[in-house]
């Protein structure tokens, strides 16, 4: 089977690689190594063919048009004054014109889009094609904004929501790993989601990269992910000073991109008189050394607003680590509560620092037994499993296709 990926981010990138990247690049590989060809379609900002592994046909390219021709938009060209989704739709066409290219000289047996950028929009009809909703642009949006209600579900109706909305009503099939983001877009559309859970691709074995020994003999607790409002980082603000006082043993180390350059400086500035124990690492390129410290951490301290069954929870869990999740933001897909793992409520710094204290008075038995369930629930997720399900999953929708 040929499988074309189309994504906006990659392992390979400078750029920012979040989560999607990093599925892209772990279920290319699984695929790959069962026999299939896999082609990623990527825009970035520069242009670029090549092999990823030996045997992954990456196709980078970049884009900088805008629309000008609002007949090409249709019935939506009255949003173009309102954002940029001129932007988006424009790309749409120029990345479904090159997959269309591509088709011509070597057939492509079905495209998986993301769904939160409305790649799919002009999707090729002839070919079958699915989105995956890596995330919901929307809530995201929501969660990103300070001071926001994310019990308020307003937001679902005002028009960027409907937009993206309908733009997955141009895909064959629509599935996705998270069950919030699954129900979210399954009340809007009326159309069955699929949740199929990524792949874990975790070395649950190894020895991890000796660069972890920055640490070693020291306690710490771990916030790892993207730096910004949405992942909580502003949770983790309003109680560190409390945490680091009430453990005078204890660091709490940050490593990841920093989405908002302000935020870690003023988590430094409300742990006061603690802040040299605030340790912040940056974004880590090195899996290996990542792994290690994940792998050495007391806890991973997780407190997203908004996500969509984040890799760095299953990776947390994989390496038997106790993960402190919120609630309302998938991480209860994964964790059952004092079972294997922490869940709190959202926005609750109180809450937070509740369940800190309690993984702090754990005994190492009661630790070590919460990361072996931990282990056990992210076994589910093996690659072999996600293997099975996608690739029945994209045959059925190849199949319905030839029968329409």
């Not at 874990?200 to 020895?207: F, N």
């Not at 005994?363 to 369930?373: P, S």
Request: hydrophobic letters at 35%; charged letters at 25%.
């Amino acid at each position: 089977m040929h499988i074309l990926f189309v994504t906006y981010e990659f392992v390979t990138e400078k750029e920012l690689c979040g989560g999607l990247g990093h599925y892209i690049a772990n279920i290319s590989e699984i695929l790959s190594k069962r026999g299939h060809r896999v082609t990623i379609l990527m825009i970035s900002n520069h242009n670029e063919t090549f092999q990823w592994k030996n045997h992954v046909n990456v196709i980078v390219f970049s884009h900088n048009a805008f629309v000008s021709r609002k007949s090409r938009i249709g019935k939506y060209a009255d949003y173009l004054t309102k954002s940029n989704t001129s932007w988006w739709l424009n790309r749409s066409l120029e990345i479904n014109r090159r997959i269309r290219e591509m088709n011509r000289k070597d057939p492509i047996d079905i495209v998986q889009y993301c769904g939160d950028d409305m790649s799919v929009w002009y999707r090729p009809r002839q070919i079958p094609c699915v989105v995956r909703l890596s995330s919901f642009g929307p809530w995201y949006d929501l969660a990103g904004r300070p001071g926001s209600d994310m019990n308020d579900t307003s937001w679902l109706d005002t028009w960027e929501s409907r937009f993206f909305l309908h733009s997955y009503t141009k895909a064959d099939a629509i599935y996705g790993p998270s069950r919030i983001v699954a129900e979210i877009v399954k009340k809007k559309l009326k159309k069955e989601i699929k949740v199929m859970e990524s792949p874990c691709v975790v070395d649950e074995h190894g020895a991890g990269n000796a660069d972890a020994d920055e640490f070693h003999g020291k306690t710490y607790l771990l916030f790892f992910g993207r730096i910004c409002l949405l992942k909580g980082i502003g949770v983790i603000r309003e109680m560190i000073h409390d945490v680091l006082e009430e453990n005078p043993q204890v660091l709490f180390v940050f490593a990841g991109r920093e989405i908002d350059k302000s935020l870690l400086p003023a988590v430094k500035r409300a742990a006061g008189e603690y802040c040299d124990r605030v340790i912040c690492l940056g974004e880590i390129k090195d899996p290996e050394r990542m792994s290690s410290i994940v792998r050495h951490a007391y806890a991973c301290v997780l407190p997203s607003r908004a996500d969509n069954l984040p890799n760095s929870c299953i990776e947390a869990m994989g390496l038997g680590k106790v993960v402190i999740g919120t609630y309302g933001a998938s991480f209860e897909q994964l964790i059952r509560h004092k079972e294997s793992g922490l869940l709190v409520k959202r926005d609750s710094p109180g809450a937070l620092k509740k369940a800190i204290r309690y993984a702090m008075e754990m005994t190492d038995q009661e630790r070590l037994e919460m990361g072996r369930r931990a282990k056990e629930r992210i076994s589910c997720m093996h690659p072999d499993v996600v293997y099975r399900q996608l690739l029945s999953f994209y045959q059925k929708v190849i199949e319905s296709k030839q029968k329409r």
